[in-house]
């Protein structure tokens, strides 16, 4: 997807897309003007990025291509409005905010639209998407899943199951983070340097997700390290005890709800 791109509201999401579709070069940060509501906010935009920047959504989005709606749930209609006036005709408006539905923001602006959920690794091109375009914009939306394609992993998915595909990979970064860190602070208390309890950690992690790219089935995969009555078998039988199943099942189904309640 060619052409200019505004982004309006250059927050941390926001800015891990740009920079990965940049990184990637998809995009060039010539083709980008990015909005940010504070002088320092841009200041930083602008030199981690290298794009153009300006306080103005209206003048960034006019003659735009692609604009993206990066700024917080509760404000995305009312910036979507600000700019629909400007807006070209054939722009593709491409709205990161969890929970606003495309219903939601055609209400603001009657063109084409589409839902897309990203995920912090973007940053380094493994990023993971959900994409769901509104009524009459599919051919908008192949648009944007070829182009997110160039940095990561696109699933596109019925505008129903949006929240709950948020839960999964929108947020799911978040329950990975916090496993390493849990995984890192109980080998410190074992003795381990933390710099090696991290290195550890961060190998094991991303070796298992390569495993898991394979497309064995994690039961398979879970079932080939635990021989019975081993080290892994006393290990597991303690996260079950604690109800790590349960604990996730929770945790998303928290997320999708919290998402759904955005709007």
């Known amino acids: ?45 602008a030199t981690t990025l290298g794009v153009k920047t300006t306080p103005d959504n209206a003048e960034a989005a006019r003659d735009a291509d692609l604009v993206i709606l990066g700024v917080k749930p509760y404000a995305t209609v009312e910036v979507l409005q600000e700019v629909s006036e400007v807006l070209k005709k054939d722009a593709t408006v491409v709205s990161i905010a969890a929970g606003v539905t495309t219903a939601t923001l055609l209400g603001a602006w009657q063109g084409k639209v589409v839902r897309v959920m990203p995920n912090t690794p973007v940053r380094v091109g493994e990023g993971a998407f959900i994409v769901s375009p509104a009524p009459g914009a599919q051919k908008a939306g192949e648009k944007v899943v070829e182009m997110l394609e160039t940095v990561g992993t696109v699933v596109e998915v019925p505008e129903k199951l949006h929240d709950a595909a948020t839960a999964v990979s929108g947020s799911g970064p978040a329950y990975i983070f916090l496993v390493a860190e849990a995984m890192i602070d109980a080998a410190v208390a074992m003795g381990l340097s933390r710099d090696d309890a991290s290195q550890l950690t961060v190998a094991t992690l991303a070796g298992s997700a390569e495993l898991l790219a394979t497309g064995e089935h994690p039961a398979v995969l879970r079932s080939q390290v635990t021989s019975p009555g081993g080290t892994t078998a006393a290990a597991l039988a303690e996260l079950e005890a604690g109800g790590v199943r349960s604990a996730f099942a929770d945790a998303m189904t928290a997320c999708r709800d919290r998402a759904a309640g955005l709007s």
Request: charged share 20%.
């Open 1 to 45: 997807m060619r052409g200019k791109i505004a982004v309006l509201g250059c927050g941390t999401m926001a800015g891990a897309l740009i920079g990965g579709l940049i990184d990637a070069g998809t995009i060039t940060a010539d083709d980008v003007v990015a909005t940010a509501r504070s002088q320092s906010h841009r200041d930083e935009v």
